[in-house]
């Protein structure tokens, strides 16, 4: 599979991902891959399904949006949004987006074997939590220019 193709297919599964379809992993993933987030670093499409398992546990109404794509010989970069909605936090219910990008090789079969997600979990994530987030805000007001 072209590395075209494998984005086509990697970006509409990922548009499409639900709790249910992490059952799919293995078609885009090779059973070795190496997964790297603000959070995670695992290896294999096993580890890689349960950080899914687990974001989809944690909070509701995912939904990942492609932005951008850009294919190289054998890898690709995708500019996205996680759309979501927090649970049992402060912030509970509301609409929440994660702008991130990812960083992905092949292999010759079109499967994913390294991803690495690029996100700023300060800005995007902690940043909304109450206590965090007022001393964050405090200090990049310091900061800034």
Do not use: C
């Not at 995670?40 to 499409?45: A, F, K, Q, T, W």
């Not at 399904?49 to 939904?63: K, M, N």
């Not at 049992?88 to 994660?98: K, Y």
Request: net charge neutral; proline share 3%.
């Amino acid at each position: 599979m072209s590395p075209t193709a494998a984005v086509d297919a990697l970006s509409a599964f990922y548009e499409g991902l639900s709790a249910e379809s992490i059952a799919r992993f293995p078609e885009f993933y090779a059973e070795d891959a190496a997964f790297k987030d603000p959070f995670n670093e695992v290896r294999g499409v096993a580890a890689i399904q349960r950080i899914f398992a687990h974001l989809f546990r944690q909070v509701g109404e995912v939904r990942f949006v492609v932005r951008e794509r850009v294919v190289a010989d054998n890898g690709a970069m995708l500019v996205w949004e996680m759309h979501f909605r927090l649970n049992g936090m402060p912030a509970r219910g509301q609409a929440q987006v994660i702008h991130g990008a990812s960083h992905l090789r092949f292999d010759g079969e079109g499967k994913v074997v390294w991803h690495r997600d690029y996100w700023d979990a300060a800005e995007e994530l902690y940043a909304k939590l109450p206590a965090i987030g007022w001393l964050m805000r405090f200090l990049q007001r310091k900061l800034a220019a």
